[in-house]
């Protein structure tokens, strides 16, 4: 078998978990009545995941995919949906739940998208930002954590398909 570590942790498995359990509480303070939460796939599943079985109470859950056409190893910044949502917004309090922000792109898209549909409220939770690599101005509601601009990867992120199902965030050796 494959070794699956990543040269170097940045997020360990209880740093993230005691930081979702802090943000999922104050979600359900925010809305404590209705509560819709929309997945991007595929790296937010493992977040959502988590997330969801932190909210007390009721919550329903939704998901999305878009793809962003990368130009070598930079965005073009297009993005495109490629699974749209099972059930329609409206008069929902609806929050979207993304694993990273880097340039804001993709959240900037999804908000806009998403903000035609009706809802009572559309907000965001993100689990890591890359503050430094913005080219879209987005506003983050529920923000995990801060981090610099590397590639990181587990807990739902990637490289090349690689090292999603691990439970904490780490650097890759590239
Ligand atoms: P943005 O549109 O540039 O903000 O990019 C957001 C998307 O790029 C995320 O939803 C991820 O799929 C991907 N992404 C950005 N940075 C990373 C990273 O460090 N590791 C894995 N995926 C990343
Ligand atoms: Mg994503």
Not at 48 to 60: K, N, Y
Not at 72 to 100: F, H, P, Y
Not at 143 to 157: A, M, R
């Given at each position: ?34 509560l819709h ?23 329903s ?31 929902r309090?609806v ?80």
């Amino acid at each position: 078998m494959a070794e699956l570590r990543p040269a170097e942790i940045l997020l360990s498995e209880a740093q993230i978990q005691k930081r979702i359990a802090e943000m999922a509480l104050e979600i359900r303070r925010d809305f404590p009545d209705d509560l819709h939460v929309i997945a991007v796939l595929k790296g937010a599943f493992i977040f959502l995941s988590d997330l969801a079985r932190h909210i007390p109470g009721h919550v329903s859950l939704d998901f999305m995919a878009v793809s962003s056409y990368a130009k070598g190893t930079t965005s073009s910044g297009e993005v495109k949906m490629v699974k749209d949502l099972d059930t329609a917004l409206d008069g929902r309090n609806v929050i979207i739940v993304e694993d990273i922000v880097d340039t804001g792109v993709t959240l900037d898209y999804l908000m806009s998208l998403l903000a035609l549909r009706g809802m009572a409220s559309l907000k965001c939770c993100v689990l890591l930002s890359k503050p430094s690599c913005r080219k879209a101005e987005v506003h983050i509601d529920y923000l995990g954590f801060e981090i610099p601009d590397v590639w990181v990867v587990g807990y739902g992120l990637d490289d090349k398909e690689r090292y999603r199902a691990l439970p904490y965030i780490g650097i890759p050796s590239r």
